[in-house]
T-cell receptor, first 114, second 114 residues
Framework: GDSVTQMEGPVTLSEEAFLTINCTYT??????LFWYVQYPGEGLQLLLK?????DKGSNKGFEATYRKETTSFHLEKGSVQVSDSAVYFC????FGRGADGLTFGKGTHLIIQP | NAGVTQTPKFQVLKTGQSMTLQCAQD?????MYWYRQDPGMGLRLIYY???????DKGEVPNGYNVSRLNKREFSLRLESAAPSQTSVYFCASTGQQGGVQPQHFGDGTRLSIL
């Protein structure tokens, strides 16, 4: 079946550091890829998405590129802020396999220290 | 700006009790979903409803039932709660299946089974 693997945290960085959170996937079809962010006590919010190979999703300084050849969708940000502290989830939607819903990674807890 | 509303936000049950978690969306979305979030596991799909009048099992449906009451509302029922069902439950909705449009999440219901 489909699966998503992402680096497990917590990941602790200093403010203004460069961020990379790795995400790789396996899918039977041709999935759409997402990054969601979850702040304490809240639901998940879409951060960015990409629906086909070589697409780059971007939002709030975060970027991720859909790499079909390496089955990856790594999240990057050039300069993190304390307000970026949250849990980040990589996810895929593989509707072509005949079922709906998102398949999530386990989440990466990011902590940014001032 | 209500989006997806879940009730209750918190609940404590005893083993064997029953309970219904409520979810409503005001975005005129066709598809709705129930996920559970457990530590170190990410989110896993319990059930989904592609449209009013239809429901399908997700990855972890055992011990749950759902009802798509109308286009707005999608409820999740635990008939005989077990400690293994202690979790945070999220409802989500999207306008179109297949991952083309992102899912919008509620803030979650934190459920403890004693």
């Amino acid at each position: 079946g489909d699966s998503v693997t992402q680096m497990e945290g917590p990941v602790t960085l200093s403010e203004e550091a460069f961020l990379t959170i790795n995400c790789t996937y396996t899918a039977t079809g041709y999935p759409s890829l997402f990054w969601y962010v979850q702040y304490p006590g809240e639901g998940l919010q879409l951060l960015l998405k990409a629906t086909k190979a070589d697409d780059k999703g971007s939002n709030k300084g975060f970027e991720a590129t859909y790499r079909k050849e390496t089955t990856s969708f790594h999240l990057e940000k050039g300069s993190v802020q304390v307000s970026d502290s949250a849990v980040y989830f990589c996810a895929l939607s593989d509707f072509g396999r005949g079922a709906d819903g998102l398949t999530f990674g386990k989440g990466t807890h990011l902590i940014i220290q001032p | 700006n209500a989006g997806v509303t879940q009730t209750p936000k918190f609940q404590v049950l005893k083993t064997g009790q029953s309970m219904t978690l409520q979810c409503a969306q005001d975005m005129n979305h066709n598809s709705m979903y129930w996920y559970r979030q457990d530590p170190g596991m990410g989110l896993r799909l319990i059930y989904y409803s592609a449209s009013e009048g239809t429901t399908d099992k997700g990855e972890v449906p055992n011990g749950y039932n759902v009802s798509r009451l109308n286009k707005r509302e999608f409820s999740l029922r635990l008939e005989s709660a077990a400690p293994s069902q202690t979790s945070v439950y999220f409802c989500a909705s999207t306008g179109q299946q297949g991952g083309v449009q992102p899912q919008h999440f509620g803030d979650g219901t934190r459920l403890s089974i004693l």
